[in-house]
């Protein structure tokens, strides 16, 4: 030891900029369970690292919280939105659409009638909790959404945000990944969101998400730079109306700064949903970035139900209303060739960057890449696996499937 110092160094004395970095690098493994989040062990555990684990665990964690419509996990967004240390990494709220359905009441009366008809008491109270659990839970769920509780939730926690950033980064309905609270929070129902909220019981109401972030936008006073509508899934959609255009009659300011718009469907069967989306777009007049892809119906080198998807590819296209479109990325979708050009001419003095991949076309490639070398001043064009189909699949009304031949033409 320097005969200059009177006690050894140890980690704690380090300057903040360093045990940040330490804090950073600090990483975890799935045994024993203390190491698997080692970040939230050191922030609970050691009052001198506190302050930089937490920075670090919500850089990690919390940048977007993803949240679904329960009290549970919307009081769980205020609460992280409002944290003094979580709060500033917070950049934006991802909704679930998933929700309690029927099904689900369903499922759980068809246990219970069996354990009456086998005579076991015990599993008849069981069934009958999670039975008045799923009432209790479905009446949570009323009170949310139509009562409006979920946009005051959501409105705080924008204002949060607001108060940090001057607007909101990001926002998104999604079905794809876990949210804040999974099961908890849901009654008597079993604590477990894949049993209990997805699979045969789920329900997708995006739309009812949607409105809910536009309504809570609105409500804070914040801007969107980032939006997504992330829904892909074919799980059962038990919307009957969305009262979208009541919510974005109002939006402009909502969508006036928009930047990014990225929305993933199905293409086929969510002709609402594209009609409502395509009602949003018109709004966002200087959004730079369009990402655009569905999960087409492709089986056996066949696509299903083409009409339908040209049709609902077509109005969001033809939505577009931007000034400023700069980067366009389209994927996974059945597009006709007059549809994809005529949005490409509105767009020409602008777009610099176009990105084609798994796209299928009813038209030729060829005609539409030469067009584009012609037509357009681009700094770069991506193009991956590209299809045709026949060009009488945008006259099919029977739900009916078309051949698809694949290839990637040269670049123009």
């Known amino acids: 030891m320097p005969p200059n110092m009177d006690h050894p160094p140890n980690l704690l004395s380090l300057p903040n900029e360093v045990l940040a970095t330490i804090c950073a690098q600090t990483e975890g493994r799935e045994w024993p369970e203390i190491f698997r989040h080692p970040l939230k062990f050191l922030r609970l555990t050691c009052k001198h690292l506190y302050v930089p684990a937490t920075k670090e665990f919500a850089k990690k964690f919390f940048t977007i919280p993803n949240v679904m419509v329960n009290t549970y996990s919307l009081q769980a967004l205020v609460d992280i939105c409002a944290h003094p240390i979580i709060g500033p990494y917070v950049d934006g709220v991802t909704l679930d659409a998933f929700r309690l359905g029927p099904d689900t009441y369903r499922r759980i009366q068809g246990k219970l009638e069996a354990s009456i008809t086998d005579g076991d008491i015990k599993s008849m109270k069981k069934h009958g909790n999670e039975l008045q659990g799923l009432l209790e839970a479905l009446e949570e769920d009323e009170i949310l959404d139509d009562g409006g509780l979920a946009v005051n939730l959501l409105a705080k926690a924008l204002k949060c945000i607001k108060t940090r950033r001057g607007e909101v980064a990001y926002l998104a309905v999604t079905s794809q990944y876990s949210t804040i609270g999974d099961g908890k929070g849901l009654g008597k129902l079993p604590n477990d969101r894949k049993t209990v909220w997805q699979n045969e019981a789920s329900h997708l109401k995006p739309m009812s998400a949607l409105r809910m972030l536009v309504d809570a936008a609105k409500r804070s006073g914040c801007r969107i730079n980032q ?33 990014s718009f990225g929305i993933h469907l199905r293409s086929a069967g969510a002709q609402r949903y594209s009609e409502d989306l395509a009602k949003i777009l018109p709004l966002a007049k200087s959004i730079s970035a369009l990402e655009l892809s569905a999960t087409s119906l492709v089986n056996d080198k ?38 994809l050009r005529r949005f490409l001419d509105r767009h020409n003095s602008t777009i610099k960057v176009l990105s084609f991949s798994n796209l299928v076309m009813a038209g030729s490639w060829d005609e539409l890449l030469e067009w584009i070398s012609a037509n357009l001043h681009l700094e770069k064009l991506e193009l991956e696996a590209l299809g045709t189909i026949d060009e009488n699949a945008s006259n099919d009304e029977n739900g009916g499937d078309f051949p698809v031949k694949w290839a990637c033409p040269e670049v123009l």
């Open 302 to 339: 066949r696509i299903l139900h083409a009409g339908d998807s040209l049709q609902e590819i077509a109005n969001i296209l033809d939505s577009v209303n931007s000034d400023t479109l700069r980067r366009v990325k389209l994927e996974g979708f059945i597009c006709e060739q007059d549809d």
């Open 227 to 259: 939006f997504e509508y992330d829904v892909p899934s074919y799980e059962n959609f038990i919307e009957l109306k969305s009262h979208i255009e009541r919510a974005i009659s109002t939006a402009s300011d909502v969508f006036a700064g928009l930047e």
